[in-house]
Structure formats: structure tokens, C-alpha cells
């Protein structure tokens, strides 16, 4: 079975201050990785998709992906209260393709 | 928004009741999925339909039966549930381009929250 591994957290960040949201994923193959932020009660919400090793920008995130080392990150930037939500990592499984999904990780932004 | 709706949004039965979720997306999307959201648990994939023929069933138990009609609607039905199974069911769709080298983008509806008494 893949694996997706993300730190529960809670991460708690001063508002105005970088988040840094990590996760590893066993399977070599993958090719697809994604970020959903999911707050309580509600579904997740896609923010950042990424393919390539590199960096990807899109507003005030970051998503980071290193294959090699076989892991994806996720920056905030300028955090907000209403950043605060738990962050999904999802990852395709080479074989299947289907979406192999990280346990999450909840953070917390403070005022 | 993301084009994904289900009904109903909260739902309570017995044990011994039948009941359906609905799922319906507008995007054009010609994959569909149903997953379930247990707590302190990772999203679980229950059923996939590709162009309205199932294609993955990792094991689920015979009490959830899904049903895609077409390429837009998804149910899945629910009899003699058991407590452990509420949960958060979650429906997502894609534009699925099966052989290619990248898993397509899921976009999720508002889920339904089913709690088994």
C-alpha cells in the first residue's frame, strides 16, 4: 500500500509569518502532486497542483517538489487567521493512478 | 462553488434503514468518485467510474452500492449500515485522461455527513 505522510500538527504560526507545510510519499512512480486545504466541517479545496521538480508560485504559495528525495511542500506566505484549516497532500499512484491522500496537517494562524 | 453538489448535506439513519446520496457535477467531468472522510483517518477512495463504467472497488463493503447513471450523475446507496460507518462521504470529479502521465485534478463537493445511530 502507498503511502502519503504528513505531521498532524497542530503547526501554529504568528500571523504574518511563513507556514511550511511538509510531505513524503513512498511511491517512485508518482508523477501528480497536489495540495487541498480543507477547513472544519467543509470538503477539501484544491490550492496548488505541481509535476515538476522545482518550484510553484501562485499568490502567497509556494508548492516545492523534490522527486528525488521524494518530497512536496507547501509555503504561506504573509499567513492570515483564515489560513488556518487543516492542508491535504495528495499523491497519484504510479500503477493505478489514483489519488493517495496524506492524513493532513492542521495549522493554526494567531493573530 | 467548484461545480460539485450532493444531497443531502447531513443525514441520520438506523442501522436497518436504505437510503441514497446524490452526487451531481457540472463541469463536464467524465470521471467520478466516492470517498469516505472518517476523523483523524486519510480520505479513502471507495468507487471510481470512468466514462460511467466502475473501475476501481478496493473492497467495499456489499452495503454501499454505487450507481452512475451517466457521466454526471453518482449515488451511492446505503442499507443495514453499521455505527463505524458514519462518516464524511465525499464526491470529487475529474477530467479523467486515462494513460497519461498525470492524475487530473479532483474537485470536491460539499460532502454528506452520515452519522449511523
Known amino acids: 500500500q502507498k503511502e502519503v505522510e504528513q505531521n498532524s500538527g497542530p503547526l501554529s504560526v504568528p500571523e504574518g509569518a511563513i507556514a511550511s507545510l511538509n510531505c513524503t510519499y513512498s511511491?517512485?512512480?508518482?508523477?501528480?502532486f497536489f495540495w487541498y486545504r480543507q477547513y472544519s466541517g467543509k470538503s477539501p479545496e484544491l490550492i496548488m497542483s505541481i509535476y515538476s521538480n522545482g518550484d510553484k508560485e501562485d499568490g502567497r504559495f509556494t508548492a516545492q517538489l523534490n522527486k528525488a528525495s521524494q518530497y512536496v511542500s507547501l509555503l504561506i506566505r504573509d499567513s492570515q487567521p483564515s489560513d488556518s484549516a487543516t492542508y491535504l497532500c495528495a499523491v497519484n499512484e504510479f500503477d493505478t493512478d489514483k489519488l493517495i491522500f496524506g492524513t493532513g496537517t492542521r495549522l493554526q494562524v494567531f493573530p | 462553488e467548484t461545480g460539485v453538489t450532493q444531497t443531502p448535506r447531513h443525514l441520520v439513519m438506523g442501522m436497518t434503514n436504505k437510503k441514497s446520496l446524490k452526487c451531481e457535477q457540472h463541469?463536464?467531468?467524465?470521471?467520478m468518485y466516492w470517498y469516505k472522510q472518517s476523523a483523524k483517518k486519510p480520505l479513502e477512495l471507495m468507487f471510481v467510474?470512468?466514462?460511467?463504467?466502475?473501475?476501481e472497488n478496493n473492497s467495499v463493503p456489499s452495503r454501499f452500492s454505487p450507481e452512475c447513471p451517466n457521466s454526471s450523475h453518482l449515488f451511492l446507496h446505503l442499507h443495514t449500515l453499521q455505527p463505524e460507518d458514519s462518516a464524511l462521504y465525499l464526491c470529487a470529479s475529474s477530467q479523467d485522461s486515462s494513460g497519461g502521465a498525470s492524475a487530473d485534478t479532483q474537485y470536491f463537493g460539499p460532502g454528506t455527513r452520515l452519522t449511523v445511530l
Open positions: 511511491d517512485r512512480g508518482s508523477q501528480s
Open positions: 467510474y470512468n466514462f460511467k463504467e466502475q473501475t
Open positions: 463541469l463536464g467531468h467524465n470521471a
